[in-house]
T-cell receptor, first 115, second 108 residues
Framework: AAGVIQSPRHLIKEKRETATLKCYPI?????VYWYQQGPGQDPQFLIS?????QSDKGSIPDRFSAQQFSDYHSELNMSSLELGDSALYFC?????WGQGTDTQYFGPGTRLTVL | KNEVEQSPQNLTAQEGEFITINCSYS?????LHWLQQHPGGGIVSLFM???GKKKHGRLIATINIQEKHSSLHITASHPRDSAVYIC??????????FGTGTRLQVFP
């Protein structure tokens, strides 16, 4: 069965550069979530989208933005990168936003290293 | 105080042992997830619970909504079960609040 796809899997950037992370949800899933997991940290919720609209927002810095496109894939754009942005970024997808009964399926993550 | 707490933080077991990981939460939830994260980083969803008990192979998850507590049990543990097990709760909206994780090592 198709899973959540994230690209790239690994990314190395310099400070103050920009990065774009992509997430392709499971086919027919309409909701995408982004999580950030710093070294030795719990994953933290960043932002979510349902039907191409932002549905919830967590601890996402103003330097980051995200959107969900018409084909339901999502991109997380990160500008003015800082060393502290080095983390594993997970995307998850689910179907039927808000009913509380849908499972989130996680992608393999993108490991971002900022030098 | 974290909204989701797990115990123990680290767990070492011999192959074949019965393992229990506990999760307590302090917020009202609509569902609780047990996740597994391997050293490579990928997260796999093991269970989603809103009441009662679920079983999948050697894994059993239970939840007590009144006590705000859930347990994950692994029967006949195996070295390939070595991973970080994360409890995550869904509070209201769909975002998950993650626990601190339990690092399990199972030795042959």
């Amino acid at each position: 069965a198709a899973g959540v796809i994230q690209s790239p899997r690994h990314l190395i950037k310099e400070k103050r550069e920009t990065a774009t992370l992509k997430c392709y949800p499971i086919p027919r899933h309409d909701t995408v979530y982004w999580y950030q997991q710093g070294p030795g940290q719990d994953p933290q919720f960043l932002i979510s989208f349902y039907e191409k609209m932002q549905s919830d927002k967590g601890s996402i810095p103003d330097r980051f933005s995200a959107q969900q496109f018409s084909d339901y894939h999502s991109e997380l754009n990160m500008s003015s990168l800082e060393l502290g942005d080095s983390a594993l970024y997970f995307c998850a997808s689910s179907l039927r936003w808000g009913q509380g009964t849908d499972t989130q399926y996680f992608g393999p993550g993108t490991r971002l290293t900022v030098l | 105080k974290n909204e989701v707490e797990q115990s123990p933080q680290n767990l070492t077991a011999q192959e074949g042992e019965f393992i229990t990981i506990n999760c307590s939460y302090s917020v009202g939830i609509s569902a609780l997830h047990w996740l597994q994260q391997h050293p490579g980083g990928g997260i796999v969803s093991l269970f989603m619970l809103s009441s009662g008990k679920k079983k999948h192979g050697r894994l059993i998850a239970t939840i007590n909504i009144q006590e705000k507590h859930s347990s994950l049990h692994i029967t006949a543990s195996h070295p390939r079960d070595s991973a970080v097990y994360i409890c995550a709760v869904r509070e209201g909206s769909d975002k998950l609040i993650f626990g601190t994780g339990t690092r399990l090592q199972v030795f042959p």
